[in-house]
């Protein structure tokens, strides 16, 4: 008996999916999307292979939140420089720059491997409707 190791998809292989993230709590949003770029929704999903798909999300301005993570969930980066601990709510990044609400949280639930920045860079996030990913007919998925 002999193991099946799957070949590593080429670019125009991949599959393409559609989530309209209005109304739909984050983290729901954010296991769909990290289940579907690591490819872990196909069959021949192998962990060490890069084998997922495409992914885009619409409306990541209207996502919700529950609870109190409007004023509770907090950001931080620091810059290195004693003093310099900047702090961001969940309410204000959702304000100022939504996408990136959506994508720190897909961003921890994807493997911590050499894999990850490539996984991530076919997640995309737009706020609106407008994705201009219609000429390759992604696959609406409803959540």
Same mark, same amino acid.
């Given at each position: 008996?002999?193991? &099946? @190791?799957?070949?590593?998809?080429? !670019?125009?292989?991949?599959?393409?999916?559609?989530? #309209?993230?209005?109304?739909?709590?984050?983290?729901?949003?954010?296991?769909?999307?990290?289940?579907?770029?690591?490819?872990?929704?196909?069959? #021949? &999903?192998? *962990?060490?292979? #890069?084998?997922? #798909?495409?992914?885009?999300?619409?409306n990541a *301005?209207?996502?919700?939140?529950?609870?109190?993570?409007?004023?509770?969930?907090?950001?931080?980066?620091?810059?290195?420089?004693?003093?310099?601990?900047?702090?961001?709510?969940?309410?204000?990044?959702?304000?100022?720059?939504?996408?990136?609400?959506?994508?720190?949280?897909?961003?921890?639930? @994807?493997?911590k491997n050499?894999?990850?920045?490539?996984?991530?860079?076919?997640?995309?996030?737009?706020? !609106?409707?407008?994705? !201009?990913?219609?000429?390759?007919?992604?696959?609406?998925?409803?959540?």
């Amino acid at each position: 008996m002999k193991t &099946f @190791v799957p070949k590593q998809k080429a !670019g125009n292989e991949r599959k393409w999916y559609l989530i #309209d993230a209005k109304d739909v709590v984050l983290g729901k949003v954010a296991v769909e999307a990290a289940r579907i770029i690591q490819g872990k929704n196909s069959t #021949d &999903f192998i *962990d060490f292979i #890069d084998v997922g #798909d495409n992914l885009v999300i619409i409306n990541a *301005d209207k996502i919700k939140l529950t609870g109190n993570k409007l004023e509770g969930k907090k950001y931080y980066t620091h810059s290195q420089y004693i003093g310099h601990l900047k702090t961001v709510t969940a309410g204000e990044m959702l304000e100022k720059t939504p996408t990136r609400l959506l994508e720190l949280a897909v961003y921890g639930m @994807v493997a911590k491997n050499k894999l990850r920045s490539d996984r991530m860079k076919r997640l995309k996030l737009f706020i !609106g409707t407008d994705h !201009g990913h219609e000429a390759q007919q992604p696959e609406l998925i409803t959540l």
